[in-house]
C-alpha cells in the first residue's frame, strides 16, 4: 500500500468517525449537560477529520505537523468527553466503549505519526 493509500485510508477513517460523533450527539438530551457535551464533541470529534484534510495540502512538513497535533489535541479532548457522557449516562441504552477505543487507536495513529516526523526533522538537522 502507498503513502498515499493509506492516508486516503486514514482520512475515510476520522470521516467514519466524524459521522459517529454526529450521530451520536443528535441523540444527546436537550438538558444544559446534553447541549453542552453535544457541542463539545461535535467540536473536538469533528476537527480530525478536517485538520487531516487540511495536513494532507499542507504547506511544509511544519504545517503538516502544525495540523496534526492540532488534531492529536483534539482526539485526546474527545476521549476525555466521551468518558464522562459515558460515566454519566447521559445517553441511554448506548454503549460508548467500541467509539472510545476507536479514539484510543486514532490517537496512537497520531501520536505515532508526530514522533515520526520529529524523528526525521532529528536527522535532517543533524
Request: hydrophobic letters at 35%; a positive charge; proline letters at 2%.
Amino acid at each position: 500500500m502507498t503513502s498515499n493509500e493509506r492516508a486516503a485510508e486514514l482520512e475515510e477513517r476520522l470521516i467514519a468517525y466524524s459521522v459517529r460523533i454526529v450521530k451520536l450527539a443528535e441523540k444527546f438530551p436537550r438538558s444544559y449537560a446534553g447541549k453542552h457535551f453535544g457541542h463539545q464533541l461535535l467540536r473536538s470529534g469533528t476537527a480530525p477529520a478536517l485538520l487531516y484534510g487540511e495536513a494532507r495540502g499542507a504547506e511544509s512538513n511544519k504545517d503538516f505537523r502544525h495540523k496534526i497535533s492540532i488534531g492529536l489535541k483534539e482526539l485526546r479532548e474527545s476521549h476525555i468527553s466521551l468518558r464522562i457522557v459515558d460515566r454519566s449516562d447521559l445517553v441511554s441504552k448506548i454503549r460508548l466503549n467500541e467509539l472510545i477505543e476507536e479514539t484510543n487507536e486514532l490517537i496512537s495513529i497520531f501520536v505515532a505519526t508526530v514522533r515520526t516526523l520529529d524523528q526525521r526533522q532529528k536527522k535532517t538537522n543533524h
